[in-house]
């Protein structure tokens, strides 16, 4: 099923490959052990993936599967302009790029690449909204998306995602 698997802080990340391009990168929660990689592509990923880890400044450079629709990679495109440190609420990247926040929200569930990707730096206006088409306040995914905008150094200063804090 995955290429490799990578221990993280708050679980895993799967890595699926195809050839010479990243197919889609998965959260796991704990229970999924490390698995060495099955080819160059998954390799490469996984030394990747764990320099952001260990580095939240460290720039993704990946061969990534072309897939999505032209809206969805309007979107992703905008997310990945996101810096480092920075959140930008589903409103504001749906004002960037002439949308709806719903629509933008759903483009963000539907990233195939979280990480290279960056959509755990777009929230709700009040909060931490949702992740990865999960929004169960204290669930795994919404865990994730607080370790990493913890990793990276984003502050929203008295907001519920700070308060609620997991894996930190």
Known sequence: MFSAIV???FGAIGIRTDGAVVRELVYLPPQFGAKEPVDATAELAARQVLRYLDDADFT??????????????RVWTAIAGIARGSVRTYGQLATAIGSAPRAVGQACGANWFPLVIPCHRVTAAGGLGGFSHHDDEHGFHLGVKRWLLTHEGASLAGTPWQQQAMWT
Request: hydrophobic share 55%; proline share 12%; charged share 5%.
């Open 7 to 9: 221990a993280a802080p």
């Open 60 to 73: 993704f450079d990946l061969p990534l599967a072309s897939v999505g629709s032209a809206f969805q990679q």
